[in-house]
Every structure is written in structure tokens, then in C-alpha cells.
């Protein structure tokens, strides 16, 4: 009797972590929280997850174009932040300076990878707190690190 081949499995986390550690999870959550808030906003999702090609290290979570009354529209680099507590900090609070120095070295080759027409250029961050049992509470900060 054949049998369906087994479903392809999540890469690791760059760290090692094998695809059903609890972070990675909750990360994931809060991505798609985010990604369905900005589309909720008339945002479009270009990508998530994008990684460049050799040469540049790092990740950006959503990639997004926030149209603009004016025509042409605001790529917008997201960075999600999701926690499951405040006690280390709210979860924007984990994007600090190096951080934010990977994500702008990464917005060039970001913006080649996906050349729609656009008016400028951000960097945003989306944070998330997943409650239990409680809708997740959501941020958006514009324009960090201007």
C-alpha cells in the first residue's frame, strides 16, 4: 500500500534550534499577527522571512509596501517582536542598536531583491505580547532608528 512521503521539515533557526523549539513558535506567531494586522491596514506583504543572498547575514521578518495617497508608496521594513511576557521588557525593547545596524545594512539589498515603485524607504518595528486566553496586544513603531 503506498504511503505519502513525509512532510518537509522547518530548517533550524540560524542558532541551532531545532523548527519545534518554543521560540521559534512564538516568533512565528507573532509574525502572522503582524503580517495580518499591516494587510488588515492595506499594507502589501512582499515577502517574510526574506533573506539575502551570500555575502549579507540576517533576516527581515515582513517586507511591505504601505501605500500612499499620493501614488507611489513606503517600502517599510518589519521587524517583529513577539514575547509571552513584559518582564524582561516590552518587546520592542530587544531591538537595539546592533540590531537595528543589521537591519539597515540588509534594507539595499532588501529593496534590489523586491524593485517596486516606491517614494522612500523605513524601518519599522511590530511588537506582540501573546496573552493567554487573551487577544495578543499589538504595537507598531514607525520609523525607528530615523
Known amino acids: 500500500m503506498p504511503t505519502a512521503p513525509p512532510?518537509?521539515?522547518?530548517?533550524?533557526l540560524a542558532n541551532g534550534a531545532p523548527p519545534t523549539d518554543p521560540r521559534r513558535l512564538i516568533g512565528q506567531r507573532g509574525e502572522a499577527i503582524a503580517a495580518r494586522y499591516l494587510s488588515d491596514q492595506g499594507w502589501h506583504i512582499l515577502d517574510r522571512n526574506?533573506?539575502?543572498?551570500p555575502g549579507?547575514?540576517?533576516e527581515v521578518d515582513i517586507v511591505a509596501l504601505q501605500p500612499q495617497p499620493a501614488g507611489r508608496g513606503i517600502l517599510v521594513i518589519v521587524e517583529?517582536?513577539?514575547?509571552?511576557s513584559t518582564v524582561a521588557g516590552p518587546p520592542a525593547a530587544a531591538v537595539g542598536p546592533l540590531k537595528l545596524l543589521r537591519?539597515?545594512?540588509?534594507?539595499?539589498?532588501?529593496?534590489?531583491a523586491h524593485?517596486?515603485?516606491?517614494?522612500?524607504?523605513r524601518l519599522d518595528v511590530v511588537s506582540v505580547q501573546l496573552r493567554a486566553g487573551l487577544p495578543a496586544?499589538?504595537?507598531?513603531?514607525?520609523?525607528?532608528?530615523?
Open 7 to 12: 512532510a518537509a521539515q522547518p530548517a533550524p
Open 50 to 53: 526574506w533573506r539575502p543572498g
Open 56 to 58: 549579507l547575514r540576517g
Open 80 to 84: 517583529v517582536k513577539t514575547r509571552t
Open 103 to 112: 537591519l539597515r545594512s540588509l534594507a539595499g539589498a532588501c529593496a534590489a
Open 115 to 121: 524593485p517596486v515603485p516606491h517614494a522612500g524607504m
Open 137 to 146: 496586544l499589538l504595537r507598531h513603531h514607525r520609523g525607528v532608528g530615523d
